[in-house]
């Protein structure tokens, strides 16, 4: 059941996604945002997601930033605790 959940949730997104870029293409210049959601199994399911802002300089170009995270894990083992973030940056 929670498969077919994640097949409905998957093929929303990647509808969205594409009526986003259908959109974008109507608008040669101007500022964009967008953003995404997800899960991360390698980190106990942490919850993943990411921002994006950009700008369209004319049709063929743009610029755009985006702040990704990942989620954050912590281990504890024979009295030591650890954790870790996982999160990045990108210019494109």
């Known amino acids: 059941m929670t498969n077919k959940k994640w097949i409905a949730a998957m093929l929303g997104a990647a509808?969205?996604?594409?009526?986003?870029?259908?959109?974008a293409q109507q608008n040669e210049t101007g500022?964009?945002?967008?953003?995404?959601?997800?899960?991360?199994?390698?980190?106990?399911?942490e919850m993943a997601w990411k921002a994006t802002v950009g700008y369209n300089i004319n049709r063929t170009f743009a610029v755009e930033a985006s702040y990704v995270f990942l989620g954050e894990a912590?281990?504890?083992a024979f009295g030591v605790s650890a954790s870790a973030e996982?999160?990045?940056?990108?210019?494109?």
Do not use: C, F, P, R
């Open 74 to 76: 912590s281990e504890s």
């Open 31 to 45: 500022w964009y945002i967008g953003g995404s959601l997800g899960q991360n199994d390698d980190l106990d399911d």
């Open 15 to 23: 509808a969205m996604t594409m009526s986003a870029g259908a959109l």
């Open 86 to 92: 996982a999160t990045a940056w990108e210019v494109v």
